[in-house]
Structures are given as C-alpha cells and as structure tokens.
C-alpha cells in the first residue's frame, strides 16, 4: 500500500512564500500523476495545481502567476511553490498520487493533508 505524506504547510502572511513537498512512501514507476487540492472550512475540496507524468500541468484559474507545480521523479516527490499568499489561499492542502494499474484503470492515493494559514 502507497502512502503519500504532506509536509511544509504553516503560517505566513499575505503576499508571504510557502513551499509543500508531497513524498510518496516508496519508488512507483506507474505514476499517472501527481497533484495539489484544498479545502477550506464550510467548502468543498478543489483543485489547486496538477502535474502529469509527462509533466503537462494545470492550475485553478485563481492561483495562477503564484502557484508553481514540480515534480522529482527519482523521490517521486511533488512540491508546490506558493508565492504572493493571499488569506483565501488558506485551508487545508492535500496531496493525490494517481497510479496506473495493470488493469489499465487507476488508482488514487491521498495524504492527510498539510495546513496553510494565510493571515492579512
């Protein structure tokens, strides 16, 4: 069984840098991709950033120009560089390993989510 663990969430505030790191538990060469979610309280979890293992990637619309995806593939690590902080960035970060498997389909594994606090 993969685990995938959050690291690098904390405090900071507005217009302040965070940098996440998502590791997977151990070397997996079926990576469909790799990707950011949040949730804030009272809202439904949303995509944040997505990388493929083509390293195609994919932004929400409101972190664009100050969110930026990348990936290590011999760590199988993903990080997301979080510049320009704003207090609406604050929530919940999970992070979601999607693996291929040998039926074809795929399968998703999630962290426990790391927490970001963006103070104005």
């Known amino acids: 069984q993969v685990q995938v663990a959050e690291s690098g969430g904390g405090l900071v505030q507005a217009g302040g840098s965070l940098r996440l790191s998502c590791d997977a538990s151990e070397r997996v060469l079926s990576i469909k991709s790799m990707g950011w979610y949040r949730q804030a309280p009272g809202k439904q979890r949303e995509l944040v950033a997505l990388?493929?293992?083509?390293?195609?990637?994919n932004y929400a619309d409101s972190v664009k120009g100050r969110f930026t995806i990348s990936r290590d593939n011999a760590k199988n690590t993903v990080y997301l560089q979080m510049n320009s902080l704003k207090s609406e960035d604050s929530g919940l970060y999970y992070c979601?390993?999607?693996?291929?498997?040998?039926?074809?389909?795929?399968?998703?594994?999630w962290g426990q989510g790391t927490q970001v606090s963006v103070s104005s």
């Open positions: 990388i493929s293992r083509s390293d195609g990637t």
């Open positions: 979601k390993m999607v693996l291929w498997t040998t039926g074809g389909g795929t399968v998703d594994y």
